[in-house]
């Protein structure tokens, strides 16, 4: 099955930083690679598909990229309520299998 | 607004059974394919099963291959979890996710999961 990594597992960072998370698949998934955004106990939210589509209604200081193994997700200018866990999810060939997170702390 | 509630879930002893409901409403059901993903306490998220719109087609993990099934009633709008043979493992939060594809130029492009239920837990203890 396809393994995705992401990385980091953590990080902290203060209002107005700008945040990059990488996710690496196991072998080529094109551009099928989404991001999620989780909060404590709310379901997943979805912020980026297709590798690099910004979903309706998320915030411009989100955006993807990257094609075939290897992925980011950068936030320009994290905002007080950016602070989550993000993951990402390859949905190129079922099990459609999810990175491991990365927590964003308030350094 | 596009609702998926999630029910069914509860304590269950290693080796019993649970089944899972997701009603949906306000969104065509039958015209999309639907998903289990499930939240161990603390922990990250995991991808458990899909299936077609028309239920022909289902995917499982190998966690969950074997023991649980997938299925839908598109004439109640209702997507379903049959969980058996019943593991300490298998506890955890149980969301529904409605699968969207994204085309390009009459390409499939990319599957995302766009809206979510609200989860159901399953505590599988003796």
């Known amino acids: 099955d396809m393994q995705m990594t992401q990385s980091p597992s953590s990080l902290s960072a203060s209002v107005g930083d700008r945040v990059t998370i990488t996710c690496r698949a196991s072998q080529s998934i094109s551009s099928f690679l989404n991001w999620y955004q989780q909060k404590p106990g709310k379901a997943p939210k979805l912020l980026i598909y297709?590798?690099?589509s910004l979903q309706s209604g998320v915030p411009s200081r989100f955006s993807g990229s990257g094609s075939g193994t290897d992925f980011t997700l950068t936030i320009s200018t994290l905002q007080p309520e950016d602070f989550a866990t993000y993951y990402c999810?390859?949905?190129?060939?079922?099990?459609?299998?999810f990175g491991g997170g990365t927590k964003v702390e308030i350094k | 607004e596009v609702q998926l509630l999630e029910s069914g879930g509860g304590l269950v002893q290693p080796g019993g059974s649970l089944r899972l409901s997701c009603a949906a409403s306000e969104f065509t059901f039958s015209g999309y394919t639907m998903s289990w993903v499930r939240q161990a306490p603390g922990k990250g998220l995991e991808w458990v099963s899909a299936i077609g719109s028309s239920g022909d087609t289902t995917f499982y993990a190998d966690s969950v291959k074997g023991r649980f099934t997938i299925s839908r009633d598109n004439s109640k709008n209702t997507l379903y979890l049959q969980m058996n043979s019943l593991r300490a493992e298998d506890t955890a939060l149980y969301y529904c996710?409605?699968?969207?594809?994204?085309?390009?130029?009459?390409?499939?492009?990319?599957?995302?999961?766009?809206?979510w239920g609200q989860g159901t837990l399953v505590t599988v203890s003796s």
């Open positions: 297709a590798a690099s």
């Open positions: 999810q390859q949905s190129n060939s079922p099990p459609h299998t």
């Open positions: 996710a409605r699968d969207d594809v994204a085309m390009l130029r009459g390409v499939r492009v990319g599957y995302y999961f766009d809206y």
